[in-house]
């Protein structure tokens, strides 16, 4: 698990996945996701992890990783993808060009939507008119 | 005139049969129950689903699996009997080469110059399970656009005589608006305000609205408008105020955006008003007398799919502009004129997208709030459309969601820090403008019965040719140009901006308005429906919806159907109530 999270905190970008607390709503993300990534994308997620293990430690593991020769072969890519689109956008599927169909279950979990500073689509939790006023956390 | 003399004659079965149940067949159930709640009202509905809260939060949350959130059927696709009663929800499958089948599950397109693209729902609640809520209303030269432009056709009615249905479809749907911005807007007179205030500008309108308001593109000066939507700005009608969940299309899980299921809830607690859900038409018949009264239905849903007959004095056909034709057509009604099924029309649509100088935060309250109505009118129309463009809250709408932005920065290799931060930077600026123009009708496009294809009941499925013409073309164009100069004038980059017409190959999006094909007009020899919405060749058959339009306008078509078929349903309370319908037209 730690080692799917220190990979899934390197492709996304997100420090904060490295710390998830088993316990909470993020903990059991990551194993919802680990599970469905192994079902789904098992050979290209394990070529994936073998190559992050051999990176792990260098000075710019994400560098090193894009720069694997491994990782622009598939099934890795996908592998890559699907993990990014997952903490991202709760789905998954599709490749290039063609959009990710698929639930991850945790839609309104999505990291993209505090990212761009709006709610996730269709589950505001906020009252009307919000809309005019410019975001506040920023 | 013998058939209404006893308007409760209880050998029929009922005193009205209502086919369809979206926001036509609803609310002429529910004015004319308001005339008489003794009428005995029948409303069969070939879709089977759940109007209750359990039903909209069940599809609120198969918007989940909808991925790309760009199909506005994804909640809906999992009912039962979308296999029994199929709608045409990939409609907008691009054209396959010849020889190839359609990737569509409905329309037979026969020999179509173009796909017509534009679908609907067949639920309970009909296609307003998908729609915005932008209710503008038609300009007064929309219902002579032959007179004033030499162009399309004229109405039997006018503005003047829709004006006071307007305002009170406006109570009933639940219109916000800002009646100072609109009242007067070429010639288009408002005799009350809107029941509620128009919508709150979003952070984008602002930013936008302070840098093209009064600004001269060509020769138009541009004025930035609250669009009026059947969307709550404030508690309306028990029903909450929006709360901003940029979903109004497919599904406004607050249910602060009106629906059909408001006037369908309000009706199940009337005493003598029956929904049929599961029961598809599949002819209407006469009488001994040679009235159209008996209603001929197969209920799918029953064991062993009986079918079953049902009369009554007065049917109203409320089934939208592609199931109405082809009944009538498989029926062999009404069709005197040889109109039924044709004028086929649309709102042809185009966009354009750009990014804004800083952020506008799209994604953050209604997809729409804003328009620009200042292109609707002009004497241009003898030689091309007008078009009426919205202002866009949803990023770049169907050009481009975040999980596509978020793809092609993947195919751009682009991980780790960089990833959110370049998505980011791109979505929160990102602005769309979007024009649609006015098709005019033609004989030529029509809904036919296809002889070759059938359903799963095996029913046949409608035939559609559909072309579009040289002067939505010319709007579209327009539109784009526009498009183009407003960007300019608000400093913005353009994104995507496909010209509408290039090299000879269209370029555009439906609207989804489906119109025309029962066309209502004075002269029975070209026409389906009088200006009441009865059939000319029957005096008891009934046709509300937008079917009934004569031209399609630019403005969408919800509000005008609904004005229209509360001005039917007093046609026929007066056909019931006094048994005859020699009145005048005004």
Known sequence: ?138 | MALFSKYRDHTYDFDVVIVGSGVAGALAAWKLSRYDDDYRILILEAGDNGINEGQRVEFHHAMDRQGNRGDMFAPYLEVASRTMVPSPEKAAAPKPAPGQPFAEKYYDYGDTPDTFRAGYNRLVGGSTWAWRGNCPRFLPTDFRLKKEFGVGRDWPIDYDDLEDYYVEAEYELGVSGNHEELDGLFGAHRSRPFPMPGQALTYSDQLVKARIEGKKVGDTTVKVTTTPQARNSQPYDGRPACEGHSNCIPLCPSHAKYDATVHLRRLSRSRNVELRSGCVVTLLSKDDKGHVTRVHYRKWNAPGMPDTVVTAPIVVLAAHAVETPKLLLMSNLANSSDQVGRNLMDHIQWEVTALFEEPVYPFRGPQSVTAIESFREGKFRSQRSGFRMTIGNDGWGRAGSPAKIIDELLTKKVYGPDLLSQASHEITKMIRLSFSTEMLPSPNNRVQVSSKVDDALKLPRPLITFGVDDYSKGGLMAGFEASKSLFQLMNATLAEATPPVQDGKLNWNTAAHIMGTCVMGSDPKDSVVDGWGRCHDHENLFIVGSSVFATGATANPTLTLAAITLRTAKAIHRQLRHGHHNYALV
């Open chain 1, 1 to 138: 698990m730690e080692e799917f999270l220190g990979l899934a905190s390197l492709l996304t970008g997100l420090p904060s996945l490295k710390g998830v607390d088993q316990a909470s709503v993020e903990g059991r993300m990551a194993r919802d996701y680990l599970r469905l990534l192994k079902e789904q994308y098992g050979p290209g997620f394990d070529a994936l992890l073998t190559i992050y293990r051999s990176v792990a430690a260098s000075p710019d593991p994400l560098k090193s990783l894009l720069q694997d020769p491994g990782f622009d072969a598939e099934p890795v890519t996908t592998a890559a993808r699907q993990i990014v689109n997952l903490w991202l956008l709760s789905q998954y599927g599709g490749g290039p060009g063609k959009l990710p169909d698929q639930d991850g279950g945790f839609y309104e979990k999505g990291a993209v939507w505090p990212a761009i500073k709006a709610h996730p689509i269709g589950f505001s939790h906020l009252n009307y008119g919000y809309w005019s006023s410019k975001p506040t956390h920023e």
